[in-house]
């Protein structure tokens, strides 16, 4: 069976410090007991052993305990292709010259002719800014397709035998919402930008065998509850990566639970099904259908009302403004959840403009449609999210991860109104805690200290005014999450009727230095009251 204590076993947890995140702090239960995956008392440990005789008391002595993390937006089928591609991460590769060598040994092991594909290729951190070219790709992999997904996933890079597996020429037009970069002289220089890479090069590669991609999923769990998260939310599921989160489940291989976000194109088989938000489990649910309005922040193609700096690029829209008004009208009356990746304030406004008018022709309170992302907002952008009750899913540690590139995209004025935690939380309107792994570090502690602190790598402050307390953090990454999924009502929390998702930290997030959040060490992960992770062990 997938993670959680068997039906009807009672157990009781303790710890030196405990945060239930209750709403109410004082004279908080030092303890709670279980039953099965589920929460049913709290009280001191002397009073539960009273209700329940016999039950085994699990003490982590001085450490911290929380909620289980959720975040509510990154991608894990996806991610179980790409952790067999080439590890490309800024972390793993600091040059040009290593990145190549990596492709070509890959290669060297791959039989002529099949696809090698490189993931988290970061062209700020790992080639100085200057982009890969196709030329590089044909010297390192001269008789392979090659493919290279930029770290935002809204780019990527072909070299010649790549463009000629996908049937691109220079002659090739760029279908809606996508882009081709050329050279000087007008040929494909092997850059493809959103709707390009998407409609045109992911759907042509081979994908993985469904064994090689379940396995990946479980090693992608284990990273994932390394770091104390317990749940996510698949913010792009497509049919294949949906047969392989509901194998993983039938065989009782699923130790995360999952908000499932299904991709826009599977919306006439939602509609012919009648199927819609909510369907599921506590594992495996479907939480809304996701649809994108622009690009990338970190790719700099995100859709802005002001060009970027030194530039007179507004970015790009990806779904044409009377598609997208389709597609928000026609979720929204089937009762399902909108969720729709949107950037830029430009963005932002048509996707606004599309729920409103959704909403005017249908009314549905407490619809939660969701602004995934939600970088760029103003004052008069924050007024309307909340008049349409809707809730946003900002990126948690793209300051910290992503800081360097950022001013030269946006500017410092700019960047006092991105990622706007403080902002919207000010103005009542719920926000979750999103990583967008792979595009972003999926730890949670990292993403609280960017939260926090609001600086970059090398320390410089971007936008300090959007800086929000320990406890906001914590509180996007457990109940804001919970919230952003309609799941407030059994995640988020420690109190009865709650599910024993928790995690054992080694100090207390709220106590902490801001600037040491990032080093707190997780001690051990459970969901429904089963251990999925104990740091020293195996």
């Given at each position: 069976m997938a993670a959680g204590a068997?039906?009807?076993?009672?157990?009781?947890?303790?710890?030196?410090?405990?945060?239930?995140?209750?709403?109410?702090?004082?004279?908080?239960?030092?303890?709670?007991?279980?039953?099965?995956?589920?929460?049913?008392?709290?009280?001191?440990?002397?009073?539960?052993?009273?209700?329940?005789?016999?039950?085994?008391?699990?003490?982590?002595?001085?450490?911290?305990?929380?909620?289980?993390?959720?975040?509510?937006?990154?991608?894990?089928?996806?991610?179980?292709?790409?952790l067999l591609d080439v590890d490309l991460s800024p972390e793993r590769v600091g040059s040009r010259d290593q990145l190549l060598d990596l492709l070509r040994e890959r290669a060297e092991a791959t039989p002529a002719g099949e696809w090698v594909q490189g993931s988290r290729y970061d062209h700020t951190k790992t080639t100085g800014g200057v982009v890969l070219t196709r030329a590089e790709l044909d010297g390192a992999c001269p008789d392979h397709p090659v493919y290279v997904r930029q770290i935002g996933m809204h780019w990527g890079v072909l070299n010649s035998a790549g463009l000629r597996a996908v049937n691109l020429t220079d002659a090739s037009e760029p279908p809606a919402g996508g882009e081709f970069g050329r050279d000087a002289a007008g040929q494909l220089n092997g850059v493809m930008y959103e709707r390009a890479m998407h409609d045109l090069v992911e759907v042509a590669i081979p994908p993985p065998s469904p064994e090689h991609e379940l396995a990946a999923l479980g090693r992608y769990q284990g990273m994932m509850h390394a770091a104390g998260i317990t749940s996510v939310g698949d913010a792009l599921v497509l049919p294949r990566g949906l047969r392989v989160l509901q194998e993983a489940h039938a065989r009782g291989e699923?130790?995360?639970?999952?908000?499932?976000?299904?991709?826009?194109?599977?919306?006439?088989?939602?509609?012919?099904?009648?199927?819609?938000?909510?369907?599921?489990?506590?594992?495996?649910?479907?939480?809304?259908?996701?649809?994108?309005?622009?690009?990338a922040i970190a790719g700099g193609t995100c859709l802005l009302e002001a060009p970027y700096e030194g530039s007179c690029s507004h970015g790009i829209q990806a779904m044409p403004t009377e598609e997208l008004n389709e597609f928000v009208r026609r979720v929204h009356d089937a009762g399902s959840t909108v969720c729709v990746h949107a950037n830029g304030d430009r963005a932002i406004r048509l996707l606004l403009d599309a729920v409103e008018a959704a909403q005017r022709a249908n009314p549905r309170p407490g619809a939660r449609h969701r602004i995934e992302h939600c970088s760029v907002v103003d004052a008069e952008i924050l007024k309307r999210i909340r008049a349409s009750d809707m809730v946003a899913v900002p990126f948690g540690s793209y300051v910290a991860f992503h800081g360097e590139k950022l001013p030269g995209y946006y500017g410092m004025d700019r960047l006092e109104r991105m990622f706007a935690h403080r902002d919207l939380l000010d103005a009542g309107i719920p926000v979750a805690g999103s990583s967008d792994f792979p595009?972003?570090?999926?730890?949670?502690?990292?993403?609280?200290?960017?939260?926090?602190?609001?600086?970059?790598?090398?320390?410089?402050?971007?936008?300090?005014?959007?800086?929000?307390?320990?406890?906001?953090?914590?509180?996007?990454?457990?109940?804001?999450?919970?919230?952003?999924?309609?799941?407030?009502?059994?995640?988020?929390?420690?109190?009865?009727?709650?599910?024993?998702?928790?995690?054992?930290?080694?100090?207390?997030?709220?106590?902490?230095?801001?600037?040491?959040?990032?080093?707190?060490?997780?001690?051990q992960t459970w969901v429904g009251a089963t251990p999925v992770y104990q740091a020293g062990a195996g």
């Open positions: 068997l039906p009807g076993t009672a157990q009781i947890f303790t710890a030196g410090t405990v945060h239930p995140l209750t709403g109410t702090q004082a004279g908080t239960p030092p303890a709670f007991a279980t039953l099965g995956e589920w929460i049913v008392a709290t009280g001191t440990v002397a009073r539960l052993r009273e209700m329940f005789p016999g039950a085994p008391v699990h003490d982590f002595g001085r450490r911290v305990l929380v909620p289980g993390f959720n975040d509510a937006h990154q991608h894990p089928s996806m991610i179980a292709g790409q699923l130790t995360l639970r999952v908000n499932m976000l299904l991709a826009y194109p599977v919306l006439d088989s939602l509609e012919a099904l009648g199927l819609r938000t909510g369907l599921g489990d506590t594992w495996l649910r479907i939480g809304g259908v996701k649809a994108f309005v622009d690009g595009c972003g570090p999926y730890e949670v502690l990292l993403a609280m200290r960017s939260c926090v602190t609001r600086r970059a790598g090398d320390g410089t402050e971007l936008g300090a005014n959007q800086r929000i307390t320990a406890a906001e953090a914590l509180a996007l990454y457990t109940t804001g999450s919970a919230f952003a999924s309609g799941e407030e009502h059994h995640k988020g929390r420690l109190a009865p009727g709650m599910l024993a998702d928790f995690v054992v930290l080694e100090r207390d997030p709220l106590t902490t230095a801001p600037e040491e959040l990032a080093e707190i060490d997780v001690a």
